[in-house]
């Protein structure tokens, strides 16, 4: 009878009344879509992006890098990271996170782009390179391989460009929360960040002298919020972390506010924690170093010490913090640009060519950052 019934309605009518008929959507339910996009080197990244149902007026958006281990994995869809993910949207900020390669759904590469990076073959065990998989797995990642895991964070803040440029977001006020050996990852990109500059010409004028921006891509980052810092990468060194390089070239000398939260348990937590703070030290930017009472690390320290629910806050006192800066939206054009590298301290520092005009991801270079081995 029912199927009668809707035979003999008009389609827009049945239309009306299937939408009367469906259940009531709950209060504040959340939207999210899932997301892929490419690395510099090849992988296809498996992501969600929570669009904001009411966007803050300067569109800013956060992108969480969560936590990970060779032997118990890890992944954006694990612990309390979507929980966070969600709050967040539902305080009005468009919301990123996505899986690093080798975790979670982000598997996936393109052979003949994959296999032909040298870090690529010579990073990950057993494979054959006569016959090489379509897919990767992070318990064949040498441990020296995790480094390059910070492509995956340049490959994030290029896909939140280019829906700048489709004015779904505002990249230019970015928020980065990082847990555990995800936060290393972010550190290390930031100061990645911290050398890169656009080439002003357009793209059909790229001859002569090269034009660059005045400032570097870091001053996109409004603030980070760090859960348990790790100093090193599968117990491998990183250079500039140890030596409290990186993030002072992102905070103090760009001005980028930082909260690092650790258990008051966890003594090389805090210790890192502590020590970098006092390497960032400077009345012109907000950084500190915050305990909580509890004997878990990373991503475990939400609602053990840093609730979910007073993140938004923390992020919002970030951007109003942020000193001479600007929030308005602008047309980044990053598929087009020409990025350079300018590495400090020599006097004239000569620009590096970093992506050309035409590719959509920047490669990241691991020699700017003096990485041990590269």
């Not at 919002?316 to 913090?321: A, F, R």
């Amino acid at each position: 009878m029912l199927s009668l019934w809707r035979a003999s309605l008009p389609a827009t009518l049945l239309a009306a009344v299937a939408v009367l008929l469906a259940p009531p959507v709950a209060q504040g339910q959340e939207k999210k879509n899932d997301v892929t996009f490419k690395t510099a080197d090849g992988v296809t990244l498996s992501g969600t992006f929570y669009p904001a149902a009411k966007p803050r007026k300067d569109g800013a958006v956060v992108m969480m890098l969560h936590n990970f281990d060779a032997k118990k994995g890890g992944g954006s869809s694990e612990g309390a990271w979507p929980l966070l993910a969600k709050s967040l949207q539902g305080a009005g900020f468009h919301v990123l996170t996505f899986d690093f390669r080798g975790f979670g759904d982000s598997k996936e590469v393109n052979k003949e782009a994959f296999w032909g990076h040298t870090h690529n073959k010579m990073g990950i065990r057993g494979v054959n390179l006569q016959k090489p998989p379509d897919t990767i797995d992070h318990n064949k990642f040498n441990t020296s391989y995790y480094r390059y895991l910070i492509n995956d964070v340049a490959a994030a803040k290029a896909y939140l460009d280019r829906a700048n440029d489709r004015k779904e977001v505002n990249s230019s006020n970015l928020l980065i929360i990082g847990a555990g050996q995800g936060a290393t990852l972010g550190a290390a990109w930031l100061a990645n960040e911290s050398y890169r500059k656009r080439d002003k010409r357009p793209k059909d004028e790229l001859f002569g002298q090269v034009k660059l921006a005045d400032d570097p891509e870091v001053n996109d980052v409004a603030g980070c919020v760090w859960l348990t810092i790790s100093p090193t990468l599968e117990g491998q060194q990183v250079g500039g972390i140890l030596k409290q390089t990186w993030l002072p070239a992102a905070a103090k000398t760009n001005k980028v506010p930082m909260l690092f939260y650790y258990g008051d348990a966890d003594k090389t937590g805090a210790n890192y924690s502590t020590t970098t703070v006092k390497a960032m030290a400077s009345k012109d930017v907000k950084v500190k170093a915050i305990a909580c009472k509890t004997t878990l690390v990373g991503s475990g320290l939400l609602n053990k010490g840093v609730k979910v629910a007073d993140v938004s806050g923390l992020l919002e006192n970030l951007i109003d913090e942020r000193p001479g800066r600007s929030h308005e939206q602008v047309d980044k054009k990053v598929v087009d640009s020409t990025y350079y590298y300018v590495v400090p301290p020599s006097k004239i520092p000569l620009p590096r060519p970093n992506k050309k005009s035409g590719d959509e991801v920047p490669p990241v270079d691991l020699n700017t950052l003096k990485w041990p081995g590269n």
